[in-house]
């Protein structure tokens, strides 16, 4: 058995680099896994010789949930793991192969951790029972050599890759009587004017809702002045739901909007929509920021009402400041998706933003808009970053001095070629 050393640990830790903390955790956990595949070969030895004539216990895995200090049950899946990926030897002497050797030696490289051994050799007891030695082999070798570099959904992608080879046929299919799904879907106002959406759904609408929301909740990749997506899960599948309503809200055919993006009323003071400070009325039921209603009055996500000091309307949703549709096609042809450098999303995930806002006397034509996606939008909104039109027609962002002290103007370069 090959000596580990434990890698060294700072004395200041809280003085590490970010590398040096991602390297520090990258060599204990392969050190806390080829010291577990290391325990496996000493558990699965005393298996061979017997715990109850080394130790006067039962079982190994009685004799190691007390030296471990575990559960009967912890202890006994530890045990379970050994022996599956070591070789043992029966009451005879005569030697008992393990059941996956190629992973036990991926694991004592210390590549892959209990979690995905566990999830190998669940694949390979759901194998067909008619199936080859060899098959069974070869199925295991490409299991665990996947697994040295993918996640958990590789594997399981390769298992149906796996059992459609072995079992074109599959099962016999079953003609169970066909059951009225059950989707129940229930919103709601509380008193501090967040909404609160519950549902039920069955099993075929919940998986598709679920593919939805993950294909728009990827975090966003590291951008081009290293910041990461800090989102948490649930915030990100927020963001997810939000673009797929405005998908929705946005198709032609869609009832009561035509395929415009007006969703709710906003009555705001004209000073208030001006500057961007106050509060506006959402629909009559609750408040927003004067500063998201500038935002949300770019695209028409929202039918602005504006008043004046008497409190009388003096535009209520004049179409005519609103992006056309024709406006919206010329738009996803010029910018080709979020115009923000290093903004990989594409047209149907943006809002057209007014460079200079109509609030203000800006013109809705192509040479005062801009597409940009929600988060960059809102970026744009409430940040330090500027955005204008360059000479040849296309948009340009400024940074913030706190990120580039030059300000240096920047593009997106993702969706074209740079010049």
Not at 308 to 330: C, I, K, M, S, Y
Request: proline share 6%; glycine share 8%.
């Amino acid at each position: 058995m090959s000596e580990t050393f434990l890698p060294e640990l700072p004395q200041e830790l809280w003085r590490a680099g970010e590398l040096e903390l991602a390297h520090g955790v990258k060599q204990f956990l392969q050190v806390m896994r080829v010291a577990s595949a290391a325990m496996g070969r000493f558990l699965a030895e005393i298996e061979s010789r017997g715990s109850k004539d080394l130790y006067g216990y039962g079982s190994t895995a009685a004799w190691f949930a007390d030296v471990a200090g575990l559960s009967r049950g912890e202890a006994q899946s530890v045990v379970k793991r050994a022996i599956a990926l070591n070789p043992t030897r029966g009451l005879d002497g005569s030697e008992v192969p393990a059941v996956a050797p190629t992973t036990g030696a991926v694991a004592a490289e210390g590549l892959i951790g209990e979690h995905r051994i566990d999830q190998i050799l669940d694949i390979l007891k759901r194998l067909p029972a008619d199936t080859s030695a060899e098959d069974r082999e070869h199925a295991e070798k490409v299991l665990a050599n996947l697994a040295r570099d993918a996640g958990p959904r590789q594997v399981a992608k390769a298992e149906e890759d796996i059992l459609g080879w072995l079992d074109p046929d599959g099962n016999e299919p079953k003609d169970p009587e066909p059951k009225q799904p059950r989707r129940e879907v229930t919103l709601e106002r509380r008193r501090d004017g967040f909404w609160k959406l519950t549902g039920l759904l069955d099993d075929e609408l919940g998986a598709r809702t679920a593919a939805a929301l993950e294909a728009y909740a990827k975090p966003r990749p590291v951008d081009e002045f290293g910041q990461a997506d800090l989102r948490m899960k649930c915030e990100r599948q927020g963001d997810a739901w939000a673009e797929l309503l405005d998908l929705a809200v946005a198709c032609p055919d869609q009832p009561g909007t035509s395929g415009y993006r007006t969703l709710v009323h906003v009555t705001i003071g004209l000073e208030e929509l001006k500057t961007g400070i106050g509060k506006a009325c959402l629909d009559f039921v609750g408040t927003m920021t004067a500063r998201d209603a500038r935002m949300a009055a770019c695209d028409c996500l929202m039918l602005p009402v504006v008043m004046n000091a008497a409190g009388e309307p003096l535009d209520v949703g004049r179409l005519r400041r609103f992006v056309t549709p024709g406006q919206r096609r010329a738009l996803n042809i010029r910018d080709r998706g979020c115009a923000f450098p290093g903004c990989h999303r594409k047209p149907k995930n943006c809002h057209a933003h007014h460079i200079h806002h109509w609030a203000d006397g800006g013109p809705t034509d192509l040479r005062n808009l801009v597409l940009l996606c929600g988060f960059h939008h809102r970026l744009i909104h409430h940040g330090d970053w500027q955005v204008r039109m360059a000479a040849d027609g296309l948009p340009e962002f400024i940074p913030p001095q706190y990120l580039d002290p030059l300000r240096r103007i920047r593009r997106n370069t993702l969706h074209r070629a740079p010049a």
